[in-house]
């Protein structure tokens, strides 16, 4: 018995473990809207913070090496956050989001070298290219989170909430737009360096859709010789 379960979560971890995370990415993103406003909203959110952060590891550890980056990383990404719960500081929502961003760009490189080095495309390598895409998107929004507590103002939103919860969600969206270049307008930046950091996500988005597109119809020739 011990061995069979043994197993199952070892075939689980190896051909679902790109699944399982974009899964948790979309829920993540899919649930903020439903919990915004009600009083365990914030609570909520941090496990299904700490949800993705755990799918995130569980990917990328096929080795010793990344497994101990990733969660090292990972500690400190849920150490600031809920410290940052507990004790409501610009401070530690800069540190927060400083080590999201280092997390989610860590499990982006990972996850790109796992793409760029297989030959055949499989519905693993699939969920990973797209799992990258949400990945960009959150490591984005959390460098914009700091540009706009370290120099408030930075973005204009035409029609945006004071709270807390509701300005994360809104860099979110804001990236996730902006990562597509579909540009909405709602959420413009402002300061030089806001504009700098996403014209750059707008370009990286781009690049990172033409290289993929380019290099799995490359791929699916290959396999079909």
Do not use: C
């Amino acid at each position: 018995m011990y061995n069979h379960s043994l197993l199952r979560i070892i075939f689980f971890k190896k051909n679902n473990r790109f699944l399982v995370l974009l899964f948790s990415l979309i829920l993540f993103f899919a649930i903020y809207p439903i919990v915004e406003n009600s009083l365990v909203a914030t609570l909520v959110l941090n496990l299904f913070f700490m949800l993705i952060i755990f799918s995130g590891v569980i990917a990328i550890s096929d080795t010793r090496r990344p497994l101990l980056i990733s969660l090292g990383l990972a500690l400190l990404a849920v150490v600031f956050r809920w410290t940052h719960y507990f004790y409501q500081f610009d401070l530690w929502l800069i540190l927060e989001h400083s080590s999201n961003t280092l997390f989610w760009t860590y499990i982006a490189v990972r996850m790109l070298k796992f793409i760029l080095s297989q030959s055949n495309i499989t519905a693993e390598l699939i969920y990973a290219a797209v799992a990258v895409y949400f990945i960009f998107g959150l490591a984005w929004a959390s460098i914009y989170q700091v540009i706009e507590i370290s120099n408030p103002s930075s973005f204009s939103m035409s029609n945006a909430e004071a709270s807390t919860q509701n300005f994360i969600f809104q860099m979110w969206y804001f990236s996730m737009v902006t990562l597509t270049t579909l540009g909405y307008g709602d959420i413009s930046p402002v300061t030089m360096t806001a504009r700098v950091f996403v014209v750059l996500e707008a370009i990286m988005g781009q690049f990172y859709l033409a290289v993929l597109i380019a290099s799995l119809i490359g791929r699916r020739i290959a396999q079909g010789k």
